[in-house]
Every structure is written in C-alpha cells, then in structure tokens.
C-alpha cells in the first residue's frame, strides 16, 4: 500500500484537480481521506489516498464449489453425500481430526457421483486423494458404508 497527499486550493483548482484526476488512473484506490482546510488567507482540500499500482493487487477469486446436483440422480447424489459425510465425520472424531483433512467436501462430492459402487480404485482416481488418504481413512470410509448399507436395506 502507498499513500499520496494532495492539496487543492480553493477555488483556484483547476490545474490541481487535473493533476489528482491524472494520477487516479491506473491506481487501485483503497481509501480516500478529505479534509477542508482554512487559513486566514485561503481555503484547501486536502486529499490523502491509500493505493495500490493497478496490477499489484490481489483480487480475492471465490472459488466455486462442485454441484453435485448437476444431474438428473439430484436427490440421490444428495442423499449419498450427506451419508458420507457423516461417516467421514466419525473418522475425524475417532482420529482426532478435522472433517477436511480426512476428506474435503469436493472429495465426497466426487465420490457420490459414482454410479457404481465406491472402491479404492475409484477413490483413488479423485484429485486430491493418494493411497495413503485410502489406506489411513478410505478402507475405513468404505467398510463404515457398507455396513449402513446393509442396515438400511436388510
């Protein structure tokens, strides 16, 4: 962040209003602060502005989040995810962990969008799941599954 003062004289600002005008382009402003100043013989604006050179800022991008229901199985897809999730939540408590490190939710999005049934295989195949997050929370995840699969269909 840089900061640059001016001082416009009243009324005679013509030049000076020019002069802020010009240096406002191809500035990112963050905050302007103004003040009228008065001296006994004449009157001011005083302009301090905080900025940034256009390009020098970071632009928060909000990463979108993967729809799981983008197809015609919505509530399906719906119903898998929230199972899922609750499973991947008792790992996380069991293990002392967060949620998120066992699996993100773009991770379980991904996995209630097998049509077939959830494998290592295919966990695996996920961005931002190895071997190890199989062999430490997945076989586990899948185990957990089937079992409340079993119960709910007996």
């Given at each position: 962040?840089q ?20 240096f ?7 905050k ?10 004449e ?9 940034e ?6 632009v ?6 993967p729809d ?5 199985n ?6 898998r ?11 996380a ?13 773009d ?35 899948l ?8 119960k709910?269909?007996?």
């Amino acid at each position: 962040m840089q900061i640059k003062l001016f001082t416009i004289p009243i009324p005679d600002s013509e030049l000076a209003v020019e002069e802020v005008n010009k240096f406002l382009e191809g500035k990112h402003i963050l905050k302007i602060d103004q003040q009228l100043l008065k001296t006994e013989e004449e009157n001011f604006l005083c302009f301090c502005i905080q900025y940034e050179e256009e390009g020098s800022h970071k632009v928060a991008v909000k990463k979108s989040k993967p729809d799981y229901f983008d197809n015609p199985n919505q509530e399906a897809h719906h119903q898998r995810f929230v199972l899922i999730s609750s499973l991947r939540d008792k790992i996380a408590a069991e293990e002392g962990e967060l949620p998120h490190r066992v699996f993100t939710d773009d991770e379980l999005i991904a996995f209630t969008k097998f049509d077939v049934p959830l494998s290592e295989a295919g966990m695996v195949k996920q961005r931002g799941v190895g071997k190890l997050k199989v062999e430490k929370y997945g076989k586990r995840l899948l185990k957990m599954l089937q079992e409340e699969l079993d119960k709910r269909y007996e």
